[in-house]
Nanobody, 125 residues
Framework: QVQLVESGGGLVQAGGSLRLSCAAS????????MAWFRQAPGKEREFVGA????????YYADFAKGRFTFSRDKPENTVHLEMNDLKPEDTAVYYC??????????????????WGQGTRVTVSS
């Protein structure tokens, strides 16, 4: 049974940093793509970044490049999202997701089978 548990959200001032974590059980990183999505109030869920299952390559949304870093702690079966230089527009609930995703579908939230409960990030100006 796949289970994802996020942690690390909170309130931070603009320019600050947060580190989100997603503890995964029932998942083998080589077989499952791990991804982060976010959803701001009144907006659709959007892709943040993902580690593709076969290669371990990491892909980012344009807004995340240079500010966010996706990493993996294999022994702990945990992935992290380090977020720096946070902006008020980064305010959202951040979700960890996983599935046996093909590369062309990696940015589509509807393709992921398993989701965490989400962790809220609020960036004040």
């Amino acid at each position: 049974q796949v289970q994802l548990v996020e942690s690390g959200g909170g309130l931070v001032q603009a320019g600050g940093s947060l580190r989100l974590s997603c503890a995964a059980s029932g998942v083998t990183f080589g077989s499952y793509t791990m991804a982060w999505f976010r959803q701001a109030p009144g907006k659709e869920r959007e892709f943040v970044g993902a580690m593709f299952r076969n290669t371990g390559y990491i892909y980012y949304a344009d807004f995340a490049k240079g500010r966010f870093t996706f990493s993996r702690d294999k022994p702990e079966n945990t992935v992290h999202l380090e977020m720096n230089d946070l902006k008020p527009e980064d305010t959202a609930v951040y979700y960890c997701a996983t599935g046996r995703i093909i590369m062309s579908s990696m940015r589509q939230s509807t393709q992921y089978n398993y989701w965490g409960q989400g962790t809220r990030v609020t960036v004040s100006s």
